[in-house]
């Protein structure tokens, strides 16, 4: 018998959503965002369904597009762009795209003797991050001297709030028509999920959606009733028992029972992904109901008062996060962010993918 905890990725939930964002970025093309292992929800699954769905994808490094390389076609976009003059070369030699956000990568660049003209860069103009990308005194003259190396040019930037923000949309404007009056040709992208919805001006050439694909709509003011939550993390007890009054439970002993208690034991910890903020803090959801978490979390388990059902047995399925109990609202319970819970999942969680 397997263990019961399993993250169910359901994959029509995913192609639900990409055609609803199609339509909101109506002509951009769609580039998302499947970077740490397409948000905990299985890269090779997730490009191999997109791929006849979507323009191109994004990830965050070298290793990842190339490793996603031998999975698909398409553009892929190495958001961190080249660490070294090699890595630089392997980008190149495997056709992907990649950005060039500093000094020292321009280095990289203009030290190649040769260079392919129809190579796509991505310039990176920072607007407010204070993270990557060249400000606003240097990117002029950043995309004057790489557009005398490729007849492909990006200029893009990422809103330093997940919901998009206006004046920073307003700043990047201001360059884009610096850069046409220059007559240097590109193409410009900018928008995040939040971004793409919220800030329809942001969606330019090329949109790139994150989290929103995969049914997230926390950072959404509109449509959230359009998306669907493709990853549903969900386990059974494999303890259920009666409990005293003033018995406590899990180590350090930082929950104690109240009254006589029925208490249920999850195989699901912090060794899963599962962060130990959330004991004592965070809830379940059983027949459609809420349930507490009590007691620390351990690094396989996790206790479950059940006190206010009923009828329980270890048939019944238990949502930790996903579909009628969103990994957002889960996030919120111990000052999380759905972020760190999705790409926190190890791989001791089973996926089961829904076709």
């Known amino acids: 018998m397997n263990r019961p905890t399993v993250a169910e990725i359901n994959l029509k939930a995913l192609d639900f959503n990409i055609k609803k964002l199609k339509e909101i970025a109506k002509s951009s093309k769609f580039f998302p ?50 660490y070294d003059s090699s890595d630089l070369i392997e980008l190149i030699k495997n056709k992907i795209e990649f950005v060039i956000h500093s000094e020292r990568q321009l280095d990289f660049l203009f030290k190649l003797k040769k260079f392919p003209s129809a190579q796509t860069i991505w310039i990176k103009f920072d607007i407010g991050m204070n993270r990557l990308g060249f400000s606003s005194d240097e990117i002029i003259q950043v995309a004057e001297e790489i557009s005398k190396k490729t007849n ?56 790139r959606p994150g989290l929103c694909i995969f049914g997230i709509k926390s950072n959404l003011k509109k449509y959230n009733d359009d998306l669907k939550p493709v990853m549903t993390l969900k386990s059974k007890f494999i303890s259920i028992k009666d409990i005293s009054k003033g018995e406590k439970v899990g180590y350090e002993g930082i929950w104690t029972a109240p009254k006589k208690s029925k208490i249920g034991i999850l195989p699901i910890g912090f060794g899963d992904g599962y962060p130990t903020n959330l004991s004592n803090q965070g809830k379940v959801k059983i027949k459609n109901k ?54 926190g999942l190890s791989n001791r969680v089973k996926k089961i993918y829904k076709l």
């Open 33 to 82: 965002v499947i970077k740490a292992n397409a948000y905990g929800h299985g890269i090779k699954e997730i490009s191999k369904r997109l791929e006849n769905k979507v323009n191109g994808f994004c990830v965050a490094t070298s290793e990842e597009a190339i490793n996603l390389r031998s999975t698909t076609k398409k553009s892929i976009l190495d958001l961190e762009g080249p």
């Open 152 to 207: 492909n040019l990006v200029l893009m930037s990422h809103f330093s709030h997940y919901q998009g923000s206006s004046n920073q949309l307003v700043n990047f404007k201001k360059v884009e028509k610096k850069l046409t009056s220059l007559k240097i040709n590109f193409k410009s992208s900018l928008c995040n999920s939040g971004g793409m919805i919220n800030l329809p001006d942001s969606q330019k050439n090329i949109v």
């Open 290 to 343: 809420l349930a507490p978490i009590i007691g620390k979390i351990s690094m396989d388990m996790m206790a479950i008062d059940l006190s206010s059902f009923r009828d329980i047995s270890y048939k019944d399925e238990v949502i930790i996060w996903g579909e009628s109990h969103g990994v957002d609202k889960v996030a919120k319970y111990a000052d999380n962010t759905e972020y760190s819970l999705l790409t």
